[in-house]
């Protein structure tokens, strides 16, 4: 039932940094952006989406694809309920649109297990 809102995409040379948002809203009750697993998931042209990151909820640990470990780095504000990827030494198959999602009841490299999705903000590498 979140709202989730990405941004900072764009176009960037190999070896650069660009650093995505996810900005959620629409919480219910008492419950925060801690309480949810955010993932982040990319899908290039013609490939299949797969799994970047994700921050487990129940233990508080950040997961990444092999592609994406000593790269990317996942963070969060709980203040301004804003999931973070910052993503360096970045490469051409790295160019994708990169969607953030979230989910109340699973910890999961699944796509399926993710209730909430934002539309995805594309990430192109390229010089």
């Known amino acids: 039932q979140l709202k989730l809102v990405e941004s900072g995409g764009g176009l960037v040379q190999p070896g650069g940094s660009l650093r995505l948002s996810c900005a959620a809203s629409?919480?219910?009750?008492?419950?925060?952006?801690?309480?949810?697993?955010i993932g982040w998931f990319r899908q290039a042209p013609g490939k299949e989406r797969e799994g970047v990151s994700y921050y487990g909820s129940h233990s508080g640990t950040t997961y990444y694809a092999h592609f994406a470990k000593g790269r990317f780095t996942m963070s969060r504000d709980n203040v301004k309920n804003t999931v973070y990827l910052q993503m360096d030494s970045l490469k051409p198959e790295d160019t994708a649109v990169y969607f953030c999602a979230a989910s109340a009841r699973h910890s999961s490299w699944y796509s399926g297990d993710y209730e909430d999705w934002g539309q995805g903000t594309q990430v192109t590498v390229s010089s």
């Open positions: 629409g919480f219910t009750l008492d419950y925060t952006l801690d309480y949810y697993t």
